[in-house]
Nanobody, 129 residues
Framework: VQLQASGGGLVQAGGSLRLSCAAS??????MGWFRQAPGKEREFVAG??????????SYADSVKGRFTISRDNAKNPIYLQMNNLKPEDTAVYYC???????????????????????WGQGTLVTVSS
């Protein structure tokens, strides 16, 4: 299983970027984005769960209203549209994937790194002020 993330780059504050992540070799119900800035712990950014034919999304408070995670179905790549970027968004962004562990929790989106089994290589996002 490989997760291929792309779309990072350098952008000015207020600008936009779109990250994408494709999984090869397997489909996953849970996929998400985490980020890690220098000297900081890896933190949850956004996640999306495909369960029962419906997707559910969750966001960190720091990105709500600015970032949008999307996915057409459980087989397609996920995207993270990042608008109104701020210098504090600068980090390496990691794509993560994992199975649906409890299908009865319809709206649950994992937010902890330990809940994801596979990780991509990371893509750097730099926001200049």
């Amino acid at each position: 299983v490989q997760l291929q993330a792309s779309g990072g780059g350098l952008v000015q504050a207020g600008g936009s970027l779109r990250l994408s992540c494709a999984a090869s070799g397997r489909t996953f119900s849970n996929m998400g984005w985490f980020r890690q800035a220098p000297g900081k712990e890896r933190e949850f950014v956004a996640g999306i769960t495909w369960n029962g034919g419906t997707s559910y999304a969750s966001y960190a408070d720091s990105v709500k209203g600015r970032f949008t995670i999307s996915r057409d179905n459980a087989k397609n790549p996920i995207y993270l549209q990042m608008n109104n970027l701020k210098p504090e968004d600068t980090a390496v962004y990691y794509c993560a994937a994992g199975p649906l562990r409890n299908p009865k929790r319809y709206m649950y989106v994992p937010t902890a790194p330990a809940e994801y089994d596979y990780w991509g290589q990371g893509t750097l996002v730099t926001v200049s002020s």
